[in-house]
């Protein structure tokens, strides 16, 4: 199996600007998870999917970020418009349940300018 | 609130040496703990899960114990090699599903 796979790997914008993150869970996995990493904050769950229904979505940090997963072999997240501060690395992770093992992908790292 | 601590926040050690890192966490009541390592640019590769019903598990030259009574967590590493060198963290998931992430401690490996 290929992993996690997420697109683009890097993305530069500029404030006010939309952006789209992409991600291909694992084959099988029915949970799909989308976080945020930077240097102050650590790593945090912004989003969660089970079988496609978003179950807790508690962790986006507002209306500006916004999260889909049509079918069980793709999700993205959105950030609408941009600020400099959501400037991070954004990863997306698949488990076969919730509660297993998560497999990350290799992140996106986006910079608003 | 549960909390997921580690310190140090970096440790340099020679190539050879047995370490520890450590990891400690505000409420016992959790379902699991995972340990992760990540390579710089990179995401982040499960080690070790432990149940909260489990003590220990071990792979390789890795062990992870847990006391749970105590919110403790150590990962152990046997004979260091500079292929160990990344950033640690620890994971806890308490019921809800969700888990929690420690800031990771930043292990260097000097050969």
């Known amino acids: 199996d290929a992993g996690v796979i997420q697109s683009p790997r890097h993305e530069v914008t500029e404030m006010g600007q939309e952006v789209t993150l992409r991600c291909k869970p694992i084959s099988g996995h029915n949970s799909l998870f989308w976080y945020r990493q930077t240097m102050m904050r650590g790593l945090e769950l912004l989003i969660y999917?089970?079988?496609?229904?978003?179950?807790?979505d508690s962790g986006m940090p507002e209306d500006r970020f916004s999260a889909k997963m049509p079918n069980a072999s793709f999700s993205t997240l959105k950030i609408q418009p941009s600020e400099p501060r959501d400037s991070a690395v954004y990863f997306c992770?698949?488990?076969?349940?919730?509660?297993?093992?998560?497999?990350f992908g290799p992140g996106t790292r986006l910079t608003v300018l | 609130k549960q909390e997921v601590t580690q310190i140090p926040a970096a440790l340099s050690v020679p190539e050879g040496e047995n370490l520890v890192l450590n990891c400690s966490f505000t409420d016992s009541a959790i379902y699991n703990l995972q340990w992760f390592r990540q390579d710089p640019g990179k995401g982040l590769t499960s080690l070790l899960l432990i149940q909260s019903s489990q003590r220990e598990q071990t792979s390789g030259r890795l062990n992870a114990s847990l006391d749970k009574s105590s919110g403790r967590s150590t990962l152990y590493i046997a004979a260091s090699q500079p292929g160990d060198s990344a950033t640690y963290l620890c994971a806890v998931r308490p019921g809800d599903d969700k888990i929690i992430f420690g800031k990771g401690t930043r292990l260097h490996i000097l050969p």
């Open positions: 992770a698949s488990s076969r349940r919730t509660v297993d093992t998560q497999y």
């Open positions: 999917f089970n079988n496609n229904v978003p179950i807790d």
